[in-house]
């Protein structure tokens, strides 16, 4: 039993306790919900959006006139105000009396000076016309002159070049011989070979003489040598016993020696009679030999014939070495006669240096003269050619001066000028004198309603009008300025409602005009004709002007759009979780404005559909992601 009421009491409070869990946790949704914001909400509708203008105005002359008066003059009185209707002959307003008087002697002294400006002008063109014809006249003589003078410095540039060309012909039939290259290289060639030729021979003569020299020593060496043995010997030395043949060795010495002194000298002279004493000599010797041999044998033959069977080999060397130095010498002294006969035939036939300077400087003067003339035809051909551009030079300044002389200089105009003025100046003269004819008194002249003065008395009348009237026999116009949202629903030959006034009455009229404001510039004056006899002049009113657009397949409540940085954007209802369970909450939309009003606005199709619920109304400002709750629909 005790267990039974333990779970009786365990299960009694849990129910308690979820109950009160339960309560709870509707308080809290009921806390919760009610501080969130209350949000009135509605779906994007298909619609036309329509716009309507008004805009306040007023009514304006259809034309307005002008009341001329001549500038310049007094007001004294004006008889009219703002508002008046005048008609013709209504006095208008009056001048002084004296300041007109004045204007008028002003105007008849300044044409009495023009007059006379005139006069003076016409005097001095009739003497310029005289100058112009005299300065005619002196280019036309300087014209022919400068010809003539152009034309003797030509003929004078001409016969220089003549003589230029005279001279330099003269000069070139002139030309100085000039010995070829080839004849040049073939002298100094011969040249070269006669001198080498020369010199190897004087090497030859000092060789051959050196030679002679040896050979003459050599000669006397064994002629010495071979008396010497003689001596020595004697006769011994061909028969062993007898003393004759030993004697007749001194006797065969002295023809050598005498032979020898003749052969030296004429070494030495090198003449032609030297070379015959060597040639004696060389033949002497040869008898001698001969001699010496003959006597020799005689010696024997005198001593009883027993010298040709003895023999002395000694002396026999000797007197062959004596024979080939004899042979030497003669060989040397014929081959020396040789070489001086061919240094003298060279001396008889000598060569001369080829000099060509003297005609290499001929020639080099004669083509630097060729050179000079010539750079003088050219010269001469150029200051001939500067000659005919000269003329042509001065022939077109002589022209342009015949041609300016021909020119009448800029046109004076003074005259025309003047008697514009005069016209000018009687024109308003006798404006004067009517006005002054009529009292100085200025009158209407049309029916109308004066709108503008623009005169004061005591001042100065201005250029311009000095009365404005507004001409009643027009329509009359009403004005007003739209802003640049207005003028989009407003076009011209749009058919417009005008409230005038305060009775309440409306004219349909049409638009003929609209253009943007000078006065107000980004704002549009628009200008619509009223119906004849329809308001007056000054009159206020409000022009009313309706339009509808096409019908654009999303619109949404106008006060449901945001803007921010000139960009519009809607809050729309999604569902999302929350700690409590489903909730709602606000998610901002950028969309595109293709129209609206004040009710309404049309939004581009793509950023929401027609299912889309967006948000119209809040009791609390909203923002990215705020959980909201429905208010009362």
């Known amino acids: 039993m005790d267990f039974i009421r333990k779970k009786k009491k365990i299960l009694i409070a849990g129910c308690i306790f979820f109950g009160i869990m339960f ?42 006139l002008a009341v001329d008066a001549v500038s310049g003059l007094k007001v004294n009185q004006i008889y009219v105000d703002l508002g008046d209707s005048v008609s013709e002959n209504t006095l208008l307003f009056d001048v002084d009396q004296e300041d007109l008087k004045e204007k008028i002697a002003e105007q008849e002294l300044a044409i009495k000076k023009l007059e006379m400006s005139n006069e003076q002008a016409r005097q001095q063109k009739e003497l310029d016309a005289q100058k112009d014809l005299l300065n005619q006249n002196r280019s036309l003589e300087d014209y022919a002159l400068t010809d003539t003078e152009e034309n003797r410095k030509i003929e004078q540039a001409g016969d220089s070049v003549a003589k230029a060309e005279e001279k330099l012909n003269d000069h070139l039939n002139n030309q ?56 020595a010997h004697g006769s011994s030395g061909n028969t062993g016993s007898g003393t004759d043949g030993g004697q007749a060795a ?24 030297g070379s015959s004493t060597d040639n004696e000599n060389s033949d002497d010797n040869s008898s001698g030999g001969n001699q010496g041999s003959g006597q020799s044998q005689d ?54 240096k080829p000099d060509y300077t003297g005609e290499d400087s001929a020639w080099d003067n004669w083509k630097s003269t060729k050179k000079s003339l010539e750079d003088s035809v050219d010269s001469a051909k150029q200051d001939q050619e500067n000659s005919v551009w000269d003329k042509l030079d001065a022939m077109l300044e002589a022209k342009r001066k015949v041609e300016d002389s021909n020119l009448n200089g800029d046109p004076d105009l003074t005259i025309e000028m003047n008697q514009m003025e005069i016209t000018y100046r009687k024109e308003i003269l006798k404006k004067y004198t009517q006005l002054e004819n009529n009292g100085g008194q200025v009158f ?71 253009a943007e404001s000078e006065s107000m510039p980004g704002s549009y004056e628009a200008v619509v004709y009223l119906p004849e006899g329809v308001g007056t002049v000054g009159q206020s009113g409000t022009l009313v002007a309706s339009s509808q657009s096409e019908s654009y397949p999303i619109t949404i409540p106008a006060k449901a759009l945001h803007g921010e940085n000139e960009r519009y954007y809607i809050y729309v209802l999604r569902k999302q979780q929350g700690i409590l369970g489903e909730e709602l909450a606000v998610s901002r939309v950028y969309v595109n404005v293709r129209d609206k009003n004040n009710k309404y606005a049309s939004i581009e199709e793509g950023a929401i559909d027609a299912e889309t619920e967006i948000v119209v109304d809040s009791t609390k400002e909203l923002s990215e992601g705020k959980v909201v709750r429905y208010g009362k629909q």
């Not at 003569?205 to 020593?217: F, R």
């Not at 001194?250 to 009679?273: H, I, K, L, R």
Request: net charge negative.
């Open 299 to 352: 010696s024997g033959d005198n001593n009883s014939g027993n010298n040709g069977n003895n023999s002395d080999p000694e002396r026999e060397k000797l007197e062959e070495a004596l024979k080939a130095a004899v042979s030497r010498r003669e060989n040397a002294q014929k081959r020396l006669k040789e070489i001086e006969d061919e240094l003298a035939k060279g001396d008889v036939d000598a060569k001369t």
């Open 250 to 273: 001194p006797e065969e010495s002295q023809p050598q020696e005498s032979s020898a002194a003749p052969a030296a000298e004429g070494d030495v002279s090198g003449n032609d009679t």
């Open 444 to 514: 209407g002249e049309d029916n109308g309603i004066v709108t503008k003065i623009k005169i004061s008395p005591g001042e100065i009348i201005p250029q311009g009008a000095s009365i404005v009237l507004a001409d009643l026999d027009e329509s009359l116009k009403f004005r007003v300025i739209l802003t640049k949202e207005e003028k989009k629903y407003v076009d011209i030959e749009d058919t417009v409602t005008l409230k005038l006034g305060n009775s309440g009455k409306t004219v349909q009229a049409q638009v003929a005009f609209i």
């Open 176 to 231: 100085p011989k000039q010995t070829s290259d080839e004849d040049r290289n073939n002298k100094k060639q011969e040249y070269t070979d006669w001198e080498s030729r020369m010199k190897d021979l004087q090497k030859q003569q000092i060789s051959a003489s050196s030679e002679l020299d040896s050979a003459k020593s050599a000669e006397e060496t064994a002629q010495k040598a071979l008396d010497d043995y003689i001596a």
């Open 23 to 64: 309560l709870c946790t509707l308080l809290s949704k009921g806390i919760y919900g009610a501080s969130l914001p209350q949000v009135e909400t509605a779906v994007p509708e298909k619609r036309a959006i329509g716009h309507t203008v008004e805009a306040a105005g007023n009514i304006t002359a259809g034309r307005e």
